[in-house]
């Protein structure tokens, strides 16, 4: 009976595997052991204890109760080491350098511009030109004279005032004032009295006369000098025109210091010298001007030259002059140096 049980026993620790079979081999020990001290009764009471000892591992049944049992120490287990996942080189992927290849740059497409179409105007109508009538056309034109008369007024400066520069003058200025409703028929009394005054007071109103005079020089000089020469050379130029456009109004030309004198011609030059020297005194005056230019056309070329050198001399003197006193060519001369340049 102990070798059918012992036979079953190694069976089944067989099944279980490795790690059983040291516990078996000591199940054994422990049955002849125990089936030496033991009798036959306690076999089947061992037998289950057997059992256990096999079902739960590491764990010794206990002793019963009026048999010995000799236990041993307990058998540490063997741990097997977990084989280790050897793991595969990884092998790593070859680069291969492979030439690029140039990249070959596409034209770049010029923007087209759109055409857009522009929106169509309606023709505008021209105004018609009213047609004026002749009394219109009159009108306008005392209009624009007059504008042109004011504008050239606005050039032509106002000079300082002028003063009675006569004895008779001053005699009817004082007379004026103290009749208020003016000289109006007053003439021939005022005529006949101005006769009659002593010297003494027709002494007092030439010393008037004279002091009005030096007066009114020193406020033309002082005035002339306020301008700028280029001011004043303009207003001569609005008076000229002013004594053709307002002949009743008085525009004498403003006598400026500074302005040059004009250039004198050869004529003008052979002219002046053939009056000075006296030669003709004896010849009317209204054919003095034919006979002088009889003779200026029948000098000979040397004798002409004479008379052309000292027009140059002249006409270089005034150019030098208004550069100085205007800061700017002549207009002759600007003109000049324009038709040039145009003919290249």
């Not at 009976?1 to 054994?28: H, I, K, N, W």
């Not at 007066?215 to 301008?227: G, H, I, L, P, R």
């Amino acid at each position: 009976m102990l070798s059918t049980v012992r036979s079953a026993a190694v069976r089944r620790v067989a099944a279980r595997g490795p790690e059983s079979t040291d516990r078996a081999l000591q199940g054994v020990r422990q049955i002849k052991l125990v089936a030496a001290q033991n009798s036959t009764t306690s076999l089947a009471r061992f037998t289950f204890s057997l059992k256990r000892t096999y079902s739960v591992v590491g764990r010794i049944p206990k002793p019963t109760v009026g048999t010995s049992t000799v236990l041993k120490p307990k058998v540490k287990e063997k741990k097997v080491a977990a084989k280790k996942s050897v793991k595969k080189p990884i092998e790593k992927s070859i680069k291969r350098k492979v030439a690029k290849k140039p990249v070959v740059k596409k034209p770049v497409k010029k923007p087209v511009k759109k055409l857009v179409k522009k929106p169509v105007k309606n023709p505008v109508k021209k105004p018609v030109k009213k047609v004026l009538t002749d009394k219109q056309k009159a009108t306008a034109a005392r209009r624009k004279a007059s504008l042109k008369v004011k504008a050239l007024k606005a050039t032509a400066l106002s000079l300082p005032k002028q003063g009675a520069f006569s004895p008779w003058m001053v005699y009817v200025a004082e007379n004026v004032k103290e009749r208020p409703q003016g000289a109006l028929g007053l003439t021939k009394e005022l005529g006949a009295k101005f006769r009659s005054l002593s010297q003494s007071d027709s002494e007092y109103y030439k010393q008037v006369a004279v002091q009005n005079r030096v007066d009114y020089k020193a406020a033309y000089e002082t005035f002339v000098a306020s301008q700028d020469p280029e001011v004043i050379r303009r207003a001569n130029i609005a008076r000229r025109a002013l004594r053709t456009l307002a002949p009743k109004g008085s525009w004498p030309p403003i006598r400026d210091p500074r302005a040059p004198k004009r250039p004198t011609s050869s004529w003008m030059i052979y002219s002046t010298d053939r009056h000075a020297s006296g030669d003709v005194k004896d010849i009317p005056f209204f054919k003095v001007a034919a006979h002088l230019r009889k003779e200026f056309l029948a000098l000979d070329p040397s004798e002409r030259q004479v008379y052309d050198d000292r027009a140059a001399a002249s006409k270089a003197q005034y150019i030098e002059k208004f550069k100085e006193v205007y800061k700017r060519d002549p207009p002759f001369l600007s003109k000049t140096v324009a038709t040039a340049g145009s003919s290249l």
